[in-house]
């Protein structure tokens, strides 16, 4: 029945509309959606970011979990911890499963044992020389006598200059947790620990989910009868609990408050039809957000639809001023065409300065900000853009709501009082101002990990199991770059003599570096060529052994060895499989198409730092080309920090951009004053609100400021307007009640929740938008009654 | 050959006694001369040094002859260096290894219970001048241990006797320097 009396514009309208809901739909059933860490890094990083990211998304240290067994009794924790680990390793989603059973302990020491001599360091020609070989042999006798020489004894023939010793050596970190019962466990002996690796990258949140599923099965398996309990963590496990509670969060928080802003409507306007076609704008703006989201972004993050869910309270504000500011009676479609002229400009000019606010995060290098501004942005300017032209075609005939001018009229009186709290707002102010600038050093939270998902709990156990088990945390790496596996490696041999200098001179613990495992084909060859032809090595093994207590023809063995090796094939990547070092060869090096890259992670001295100049420094004077040194920790907290700077810089310029705006709009500075003074009120009382509160601030508080800015500068526009106008709209004041009730539910809601980016920017946004709307009546000029 | 156990019984001197005996020593400093018999070698090897003892688990083994060579042990961790070198071993990747030198400590610890978990103990002759001899019980450390005989006179150790399973044998005498 409507669409025949409808006109040709209505119809044109709604056809529009209809398309543009059909459009965003369809893009967003395409959409990708994530919650791991992508939001928080930087859309065109440094090449030391670049490998921060890298590092996060898929390094070896995002591939690890940890394990925690807990509860019963020591032997039936390591009885667990072994039965769990046996079924993990026959499973390939585990590249390895580490509990302190020697599993790999034999094969590990047969590629050493074996290919001593092409990975032992000291292999050179000197070394095979007679006065090397003497030297070497005299060393292995005094070990055979130490308290070490059980070790070398059965070795000896084969192995006289040592070298397995020397790689052993080389090769051990220094970290172990105790065994107990033939499993490894925490300090105080009350926790059995694993050191699981991950096939599946740390970013790929699915594989990791589907990872921690067969560790619960298996454990649930192993555990049986008994009352342990089983405790994961690491950087996956943190993507999923985020990903979960992300997921949880946001969508109890969307249902909720969808059902209280219904509820709150339904009893403003006693009718379900008024109801359900408010609901359109809020519904056309998050779905235009998220699909632009998705077309600008490839992926639409979890942060940012819990903002949007956030929104609709602000999104609802819309058709609450069209519903409610039109005039209520018979002539409703002239009352309503009046709306659009009275109230719209004033309406447009709020959603311009929202935008304008929100346009200068748009050109955030911090993508999740990035996100938020266009979800923002697009949102809005949807759902204003349906309520001006679609909405009104969509009511029908008889449409109208309750009448609530009984509400407006009293308001209306109170806000006529409110002027005469002025004096005490600037105290309030002034207390503020005083209350912000003595908390001036510790306002910001400057710590990337401020923004992370992860519970101060979770958090506390990752600490805890990480030092138990010594596991890496990878903070320091030097990186070699080139375009081969070969230069890399042969890079990475570069750079470890001067680190093995710093090691020596006490500035480092030790190195890691892939060459150890894997050196590089150039330098097996010289390795190769350092060993003597066997009637040559045999009688120089005659001639060292003079003065020494052996007979050179014990080492029958040693001589086989050695000829056996120079005929031998050199080592290549895939003779490491089925060792535990092909996990660290693996980790350590990074390929990329044509790109290659090694990395070398550095342990400070015990109790001391690294200093990161002395190592630059040392590098420099390597010449090894393009050898990089990192400080992961460093860089995450500058990133952050770059973040948190670039974020204050584009809210003032957001705050600028709307000052302009209104000044462009307005031509009165005194008028604009009076619109930017009760918001300024309102954000400098949040932030000395959220201080006194102990809140340190982070990037979304900013934003939450910048956003009662851009929603509370409707209230006070209308208060503006009210000034500026002989005749208000009816029910101006209720409207604007209601529309930031609807508001402070959709933010205040934010602020329940356990993510402390979404909480942060509710628990600003709620009693910001409350406070601007206060202030704005308190600032309002007198007289302004559209009543008398 | 006459029951150890009566021997004790008789003299009011065992094993419990002699570990509480030992366990008073809190920190200890000695001199030792070590002669070791090894197959591989043509001649023993001697060495000399001094011994350093904290309880409950750290030993330090220092040789100034011939060759300047420390070995500390501290809990779980062997360290040992020599000239430049150093060589630093977890105890625990080496069980065999670790209930062997672990004979040693938990004798200057007067940890009993330990040196059970690995050895039979039998004790001969009195306080003044008593010989414990620990035999290996499992079969692993068998292979490398045929029997430890420790000498001493009251909380002293004086002679340390190792024969290995191989033949190789080693005599460390231990000569007390200074209690603090």
């Known amino acids: 029945m409507l669409s025949t009396t409808l006109l040709k514009p209505a119809r044109t309208?709604?056809?529009?509309?209809?398309?543009?809901?059909?459009?965003?739909?369809?893009?967003?059933?395409?959409?990708?959606?994530?919650?791991?860490?992508?939001?928080?890094?930087?859309?065109?990083?440094?090449?030391?970011?670049?490998?921060?990211?890298?590092?996060?998304?898929?390094?070896?240290?995002?591939?690890?979990?940890?394990?925690?067994?807990?509860?019963?009794?020591?032997?039936?924790?390591?009885?667990?911890?072994?039965?769990?680990?046996?079924?993990?390793?026959?499973?390939?989603?585990?590249?390895?499963?580490?509990?302190?059973?020697?599993v790999n302990t034999a094969r590990d020491?047969?590629?050493?044992?074996?290919?001593r001599y092409l990975?032992?360091?000291?292999?050179?020609?000197?070394?095979?020389?007679?006065?090397?070989?003497?030297?070497?042999?005299?060393?292995?006798?005094?070990?055979?006598?130490?308290?070490?020489?059980?070790?070398?004894?059965?070795?000896?023939?084969?192995?006289?200059?040592?070298?397995?010793?020397?790689?052993?050596?080389?090769?051990?970190?220094?970290?172990?947790?105790?065994?107990?019962?033939?499993?490894?466990?925490?300090?105080?002996?009350?926790?059995?620990?694993?050191?699981?690796?991950?096939?599946?990258?740390?970013?790929?949140?699915?594989?990791?989910?589907?990872?921690?599923?067969?560790?619960q099965q298996s454990f649930a398996h192993a555990s049986t009868a008994t009352s342990a309990t089983l405790e994961m963590t690491g950087p996956g496990v943190f993507s999923v609990s985020a990903r979960d509670s992300i997921k949880k969060q946001v969508r109890l928080i969307?249902?909720?408050?969808?059902?209280?802003?219904?509820?709150?409507?339904?009893?403003?306007?006693?009718?379900?039809?008024?109801?359900?076609?408010?609901?359109?704008?809020?519904?056309?703006?998050?779905?235009?957000?998220?699909?632009?989201?998705?077309?600008?972004?490839?992926?639409?993050?979890?942060?940012?639809?819990?903002?949007?869910?956030?929104?609709?309270?602000?999104?609802?504000d819309y058709s609450i001023y069209l519903f409610m500011q039109s005039e209520q009676g018979s002539r409703t479609e002239a009352s309503r065409q009046h709306w659009v002229q009275q109230s719209w400009p004033t309406v447009r000019l709020g959603v311009l300065t929202s935008v304008f606010g929100f346009a200068s995060l748009l050109i955030s290098g911090f993508p999740g900000l990035a996100q938020l501004g266009l979800y923002a942005i697009t949102g809005l300017l949807a759902a204003a853009t349906m309520t001006r032209f679609v909405l009104p075609y969509l009511l029908p005939r008889d449409f109208r709501i309750h009448d609530v001018s009984r509400i407006d009229q009293w308001l209306s009186r109170q806000a006529k009082h409110a002027t005469a709290f002025r004096a005490y707002v600037l105290i309030l102010v002034l207390a503020a101002c005083v209350i912000v600038y003595s908390h001036r050093a510790h306002l910001w939270n400057h710590e990337l990990?401020?923004?992370?998902?992860?519970?101060?709990?979770?958090?506390?156990?990752?600490?805890?199991?990480?030092?138990?088990?010594?596991?890496?945390?990878?903070?320091?790496?030097?990186?070699?770059?080139?375009?081969?596996?070969?230069?890399?490696?042969?890079?990475?041999?570069?750079?470890?003599?001067?680190?093995?200098?710093?090691?020596?001179?006490g500035q480092l613990a030790s190195f890691e570096s892939p060459a150890r495992y894997l050196p590089s084909l150039s330098t097996q060859r010289a390795r190769q060529a350092s060993l003597p032809a066997n009637e040559v090595l045999s009688a120089r093994l005659a001639q060292a052994v003079e003065g020494l207590p052996v007979h050179a023809d014990r080492f029958a063995p040693f001589l086989a060895d050695v000829a056996a090796v120079r005929e031998q094939a050199l080592l290549q990547r895939a003779d490491l499989e089925h060792t535990s070092m092909a996990m660290a060869a693996d980790a350590l090096l990074i390929n990329k198409g044509q790109h290659w890259s090694a990395l070398l992670p550095l342990t400070a001295p015990e109790g001391g730092e690294i200093n990161a100049d002395s190592i630059r420094s040392a590098l420099s004077e390597s010449a090894v080309a393009g050898a990089l040194f990192v400080d992961l920790k460093a860089e995450s907290n500058k990133l952050y920090s770059t973040y948190l700077n670039e974020a204050i810089v584009l809210s003032l310029l957001g705050l600028l951009a709307i000052i302009?705006?209104?000044?462009?709009?307005?031509?009165?500075?005194?008028?604009?004053?009076?619109?930017?003074?009760?918001?300024?009120?309102?954000?400098?009382?949040?932030?000395?609100?959220?201080?006194?509160?102990?809140?340190?601030?982070?990037?979304?508080?900013?934003?939450?400021?910048?956003?009662?800015?851009?929603?509370g500068s409707n209230y006070a526009l209308f208060f503006d307007q009210a000034d500026a106008i002989p005749k208000m709209a009816p029910c101006t004041f209720a409207s604007l009640l209601f529309a930031n009730i609807a508001t402070v539910i959709g933010f205040g809601l934010l602020g329940f929740s356990t993510v402390p980016v979404l909480q942060a920017m509710g628990m600003t946004v709620a009693p910001g938008v409350i406070l601007a709307l206060i202030f704005s009546a308190i600032f309002a000029r007198k007289n302004h009654a559209h009543t008398d | 050959m006459t029951s150890p156990q009566a021997a004790e019984v008789e003299a009011g001197w065992n094993i419990e006694q002699l570990m509480q005996t030992l366990a008073k020593n809190r920190n200890g400093h000695a001199r030792f001369i070590e002669k070791k018999s090894i197959a591989m070698l043509d001649q023993p090897?001697?060495?000399?040094?001094?011994l350093f003892y904290t309880a409950p688990d750290h030993l330090e083994k220092r040789t100034l002859k011939p060759k300047l060579e420390t070995m500390i042990l501290d809990g779980g961790t062997l360290t040992l260096e020599r000239g430049k070198q150093k060589h630093r071993l977890q105890l625990q990747d080496?069980?065999?290894?670790?209930?062997?030198?672990?004979?040693?400590?938990?004798?200057?610890?007067?940890?009993?219970?330990?040196?059970?978990?690995?050895?039979?103990?039998?004790?001969?002759?009195?306080?003044?001048?008593?010989?414990?001899?620990?035999m290996p019980i499992d079969d692993k450390m068998k292979k490398i241990v045929q029997s430890i005989r420790i000498n001493g006179t009251n909380g002293d150790l004086r002679t340390i006797q190792i024969i290995q399973a191989d033949g190789d044998s080693s005599v460390m005498t231990i000569e007390k320097l200074a209690t603090q």
Request: with cysteine; aromatic share 4%; charged share 15%.
């Open chain 2, 94 to 134: 080496y069980p065999e290894v670790a209930a062997f030198i672990d004979s040693i400590r938990g004798t200057l610890a007067g940890d009993g219970k330990a040196l059970q978990q690995t050895y039979q103990l039998s004790l001969l002759g009195e306080a003044q001048d008593w010989t414990l001899l620990l």
């Open chain 2, 45 to 50: 090897v001697e060495s000399s040094g001094e």
């Open chain 1, 13 to 102: 309208a709604i056809v529009l509309w209809l398309v543009f809901i059909l459009a965003c739909i369809g893009i967003i059933s395409r959409s990708s959606f994530s919650a791991d860490l992508s939001a928080f890094l930087p859309r065109s990083p440094t090449a030391e970011q670049q490998l921060l990211m890298d590092q996060l998304r898929d390094g070896l240290v995002s591939r690890l979990i940890l394990v925690g067994i807990e509860g019963t009794d020591e032997a039936s924790r390591a009885k667990i911890s072994k039965a769990l680990a046996q079924q993990l390793r026959n499973d390939p989603s585990f590249v390895s499963v580490n509990n302190g059973e020697p």
């Open chain 1, 660 to 711: 302009v705006l209104l000044l462009v709009v307005l031509r009165s500075p005194s008028r604009v004053g009076r619109i930017i003074l009760p918001l300024a009120a309102a954000v400098i009382t949040v932030t000395a609100g959220l201080a006194l509160c102990g809140v340190q601030l982070i990037i979304l508080h900013l934003i939450g400021l910048l956003l009662v800015v851009a929603i």
């Open chain 1, 254 to 316: 969307f249902v909720i408050s969808s059902l209280l802003i219904a509820l709150l409507l339904y009893l403003l306007y006693r009718s379900l039809t008024a109801l359900l076609l408010g609901m359109l704008p809020v519904i056309t703006g998050a779905l235009a957000g998220i699909a632009t989201v998705s077309l600008g972004f490839g992926v639409v993050h979890g942060i940012t639809l819990g903002f949007g869910t956030a929104l609709i309270g602000e999104a609802v």
């Open chain 1, 109 to 115: 020491r047969a590629y050493l044992f074996n290919n």
């Open chain 1, 449 to 505: 990990a401020s923004l992370s998902p992860v519970s101060a709990a979770d958090q506390a156990l990752d600490k805890r199991l990480r030092s138990n088990l010594g596991a890496p945390d990878v903070r320091y790496l030097v990186v070699v770059s080139g375009d081969s596996q070969e230069s890399v490696l042969q890079a990475a041999e570069q750079v470890s003599v001067p680190l093995q200098a710093l090691v020596e001179q």
């Open chain 1, 119 to 215: 990975l032992s360091d000291t292999v050179t020609p000197e070394r095979f020389s007679v006065s090397g070989l003497h030297a070497a042999i005299g060393d292995s006798v005094d070990l055979l006598a130490s308290p070490a020489g059980l070790l070398v004894k059965s070795l000896l023939p084969h192995d006289p200059t040592g070298e397995m010793v020397q790689l052993l050596q080389q090769l051990d970190n220094g970290h172990h947790p105790q065994l107990l019962d033939g499993a490894w466990a925490s300090q105080d002996g009350k926790t059995a620990l694993l050191l699981l690796q991950t096939r599946a990258s740390g970013s790929d949140t699915d594989a990791q989910k589907q990872a921690m599923q067969l560790i």
